[in-house]
C-alpha cells in the first residue's frame, strides 16, 4: 500500500508542510481563503512543527496508528480506522466532543478552531491527486513509497 | 463457541467486534434494553433536539451485518443460569453460552430527597429519559438540574442556549469538582452563569415541594433558597447496573470486580465498561471508570481474552475528561483532587493564545513526574500530557515544570517524538 515515510533528521523547520496542508484545505485552496472566516477562526494546519528541549524542530504528523487511540476514544463513530489502512474523520458524524483530542498520544487529533466545533487530523489528502505536505517538502524528509502502514515515523537515511 | 453479550453500548459493541475479528466462527448474540444504537453521550443533544437518535449511532454502517452479530434490541436479560451457561430474556428468549460478557453499564443513582421522586423528574442515561425530557420541555417551563457533573454541565448549556431557563445545583463549591480545581473551577462558574444559567454551588437540594396533583413546585435548597421547579433532572451520580451478577455469586463492590483480563470471579464470565470496577493506571485503585474510551477499551480486552487470545487493562484509566463549556474546551487528566492531599507541586500558567483566548494551564508534578493536568481554553497536545501522565513516564522538572509556558510546551512536545 502507498506508505508516508518521514524521516525526522532531514528536517530543517522550515514548516513548508503546515503552510501546504492549511493551503489545501482552505476555501479555494488559497491561502487567502483560510482567513476567509476571520483570523480568530483561520483554519489550522493538520500537521504541526513542534520544538523539543534543545530547540530543534521536528514535524510532528498523524501516524493513522495501527490501533488508532483516536478511534477508540471516538463516542461518536465519526473517527475510522478504514480497509486501507487510513483513519479517517466523517465531519458530519463529529460532535466535537473532543476525547480524541484528550486521547492521541502524539497530538494530532486537534480541535479545528473554525467555524463548526469538530475535530479535525490529517485526512492523508484522500481527495487530492498527492499529499500536499509530502509535495511542498523540499529536503526528502517527507516521501511517498510503498509498505505495509499507512505512514512510517523517523525512518532514518 | 458460543458468546453472549448483555449491553448495546461502548463497551459490548467493542467486545462483539474483537471477537468476531478472532473467532470467525463462532455465535455472537447480543442482547440490550435499548431500542437502538445510540451514543450515550449524545443525550443532551438528543434531549434539545439538535440530533436525531439515527444521528446517534456510533457504530459503522451495516456493523452487525458487517460482523456477523445477532443483535436483539429491546430485550433485557432477566436472569443468568450458571450452572446450564444460559441466560433468559424478558421477550422470552433463551441462549446458551460458552463465554458471557456482562457489559449493562450504569443508571441514574436518586439521591434520597423528599418529594424528588415522582412526575417530572427524570434521570438522564437512556435514550427514554432524553426524549422524556424533550416531550416535556415545550411547557416552557424551569428545569432544576441536580449535579454540575459533566453530564449536568453539558446539558444545562445545552438547554440554556436554546433559551431554556435552567437552574444548576451543585454540593461542592464549583462546577465540575472531580475535574477542575478552585481557579478553573470559578472560572467554569462564571461561563455557565454569563450563559445564563441559574448556578447554586455548594448548595444542596433538600427537599421537593409538589402541589395536591403531584406536580413539582419548587426545589428546596439547604440553603433556604426555593428555585421554582416544573422539571427536574437529576445527574448526581450513577449506579452500576450490577443486580444479574450479583443474583448468581459473581464478586461486585460499587461494580463488578474484573482484572486486567476482564474476567470476574466465575471462569466463563467477564465483565466491562461502566458496570465494572478494576484498577487504575494511574492511582493504583481498584475503582469505576465513567468514561466512553475506558468502557471501549475494557470491551476490546474482554472481547480478545473471551476468544482465546491475550490482551490487559495495565494502561486503562477513567481519570480523564473533555468537555466543552459553552464553547470553551477543557481537558482535565489525572486525579486533579488528590493533589493537595499529595502534596505535588501545582503550576499555573495563564495566557491567551492566538487566536486571543483566555486560557489556563495546570500542572500537577511530584517532582520528576506528571501528575495531573487541566487545560482550559487550549487543549491541542493533551493526548501528550495523558500519555506522559498514563505512563508514568520520568520528565525532568524543568522539562515540565518551565518557568515560563513556552518552555513546558517544548518540554511536552519532546515527549511527543516518538
Ligand atoms: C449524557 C451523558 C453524556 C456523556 N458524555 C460523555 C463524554 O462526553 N465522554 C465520555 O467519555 N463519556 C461520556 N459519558 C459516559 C459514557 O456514556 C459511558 O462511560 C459509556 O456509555 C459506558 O459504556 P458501557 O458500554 O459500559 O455502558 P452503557 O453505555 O451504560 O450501556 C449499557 C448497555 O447495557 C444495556 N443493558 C443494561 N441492563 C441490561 C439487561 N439486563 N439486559 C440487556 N441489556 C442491558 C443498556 O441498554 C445499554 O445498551 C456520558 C454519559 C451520559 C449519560
Ligand atoms: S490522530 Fe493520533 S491516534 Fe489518531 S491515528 Fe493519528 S496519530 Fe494515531
Ligand atoms: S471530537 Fe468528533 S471525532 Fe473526536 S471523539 Fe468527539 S465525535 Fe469523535
Ligand atoms: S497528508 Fe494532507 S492532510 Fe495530512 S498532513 Fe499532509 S497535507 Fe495535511
Redesign the interface.
Known amino acids: 500500500m502507498k506508505t508516508k515515510i518521514i524521516d ?1 533528521s532531514r528536517c530543517v523547520g522550515c514548516k513548508n508542510c503546515e503552510l501546504a496542508c492549511i493551503v489545501a484545505h482552505s476555501p479555494g485552496g488559497q491561502l487567502a481563503g483560510a482567513y476567509a472566516a476571520g ?4 483554519v489550522r494546519a493538520r500537521t504541526k512543527l ?4 534543545d ?1 530543534k524542530r ?1 514535524p ?1 504528523f498523524c501516524r493513522h496508528c495501527a490501533h488508532p ?1 483516536c478511534v ?6 465519526a473517527l ?1 480506522k478504514r480497509a486501507d489502512g487510513l483513519v479517517i474523520c466523517d465531519p458530519d ?1 463529529c ?5 480524541c ?7 494530532n ?3 479545528s ?1 473554525g467555524e463548526a ?1 469538530i475535530m479535525i487530523k490529517c485526512d492523508a489528502c484522500t481527495d487530492r491527486a498527492c499529499m500536499a505536505c509530502v509535495a511542498a517538502c523540499p529536503t526528502g524528509c517527507l516521501k511517498v513509497g510503498e509498505g505495509t502502514e499507512a505512514v512510517v ?2 525512518v532514518v537515511g | 463457541m458460543n458468546y453472549v453479550i448483555i449491553g448495546g453500548s461502548a463497551a459490548s459493541t467493542a467486545a462483539a467486534r474483537e471477537i468476531r475479528q478472532r473467532d470467525p466462527g463462532g455465535r455472537i448474540r447480543l442482547f440490550t434494553r435499548d431500542p437502538a444504537f445510540y451514543s450515550r453521550c449524545q443525550l443532551h443533544l438528543l434531549a434539545s433536539g439538535h440530533r436525531q437518535v439515527a444521528q446517534a449511532n456510533f457504530l459503522p454502517h451495516a456493523w452487525a451485518e458487517r460482523f456477523r452479530i445477532e443483535v436483539f434490541h429491546d430485550d433485557a436479560v432477566t436472569g443468568i443460569d450458571t450452572g446450564q451457561q444460559r441466560v433468559r430474556t424478558s421477550a422470552g428468549r433463551e441462549a446458551a453460552y460458552d463465554r458471557l460478557l456482562i457489559a449493562t453499564g450504569a443508571r441514574t443513582a436518586l439521591p434520597p430527597v423528599a418529594g424528588l421522586a415522582g412526575s417530572r423528574t427524570f434521570g438522564f442515561r437512556d435514550l427514554a429519559d432524553a426524549e422524556a425530557l424533550r416531550a416535556a420541555l415545550p411547557g416552557g417551563g424551569r428545569l432544576v438540574i441536580i449535579g454540575a457533573g459533566l453530564v449536568g454541565c453539558e446539558l444545562a448549556a445545552e438547554l440554556a442556549r436554546d433559551g431554556h431557563r435552567v437552574s444548576l445545583v451543585e454540593m461542592a463549591p464549583h462546577p465540575l469538582p472531580l475535574q477542575l480545581e478552585a481557579e478553573t473551577g470559578a472560572l467554569a462558574a462564571s461561563l455557565l452563569s454569563a450563559a445564563g444559567i441559574d448556578l447554586h454551588c455548594q448548595d444542596r437540594v433538600a427537599r421537593v415541594e409538589r402541589d395536591a396533583a403531584g406536580l413539582p413546585v419548587a426545589v428546596h435548597l439547604a440553603s433556604g433558597t426555593a428555585l421554582p421547579a416544573d422539571l427536574m433532572v437529576v445527574a448526581a451520580g450513577v449506579k452500576a447496573n450490577t443486580e444479574l451478577a450479583t443474583g448468581v455469586g459473581i464478586t461486585t463492590n460499587r461494580g463488578i470486580l474484573i482484572d486486567r483480563q476482564c474476567r470476574t470471579n466465575l471462569p466463563a464470565i467477564f465483565a466491562a465498561g461502566d458496570v465494572t470496577e478494576s484498577e487504575d493506571v494511574i492511582v493504583h485503585q481498584i475503582m469505576p471508570s465513567a468514561i466512553w474510551p475506558a468502557a471501549v477499551r475494557q470491551g476490546q480486552v474482554a472481547g480478545a481474552v473471551m476468544a482465546g487470545d491475550t490482551d490487559s487493562l495495565a494502561r486503562n484509566t477513567g481519570l480523564r475528561a473533555s468537555v466543552s463549556l459553552c464553547g470553551t474546551s477543557v481537558v482535565a487528566i489525572g486525579p486533579v483532587n488528590q493533589a493537595t492531599a499529595d502534596h505535588w507541586t501545582k503550576r499555573v500558567y495563564r495566557y491567551r493564545n492566538s487566536r486571543g483566548h483566555r486560557c489556563v494551564k495546570i500542572f500537577f508534578t511530584d517532582g520528576c513526574r506528571l501528575k495531573a493536568a487541566i487545560l482550559w481554553g487550549e487543549i491541542t497536545n493533551a493526548g501528550v500530557y495523558g500519555e506522559a501522565i498514563i505512563n508514568g513516564r520520568d520528565i525532568h522538572d524543568e522539562q515540565i515544570v518551565m518557568p515560563d509556558l513556552d518552555g513546558a510546551r517544548r518540554g511536552i512536545a519532546e515527549l511527543s517524538i516518538r
Open positions: 525526522r483570523i480568530d477562526k483561520a513542534e520544538v523539543d528541549g530547540g521536528f510532528q487511540a477508540d476514544a471516538c463516542m461518536s463513530g475510522e458524524r460532535v466535537g466532543c473532543y476525547m483530542v484528550m486521547s492521541c498520544p502524539y497530538g487529533a486537534r480541535p478552531m466545533q515515523y523517523n
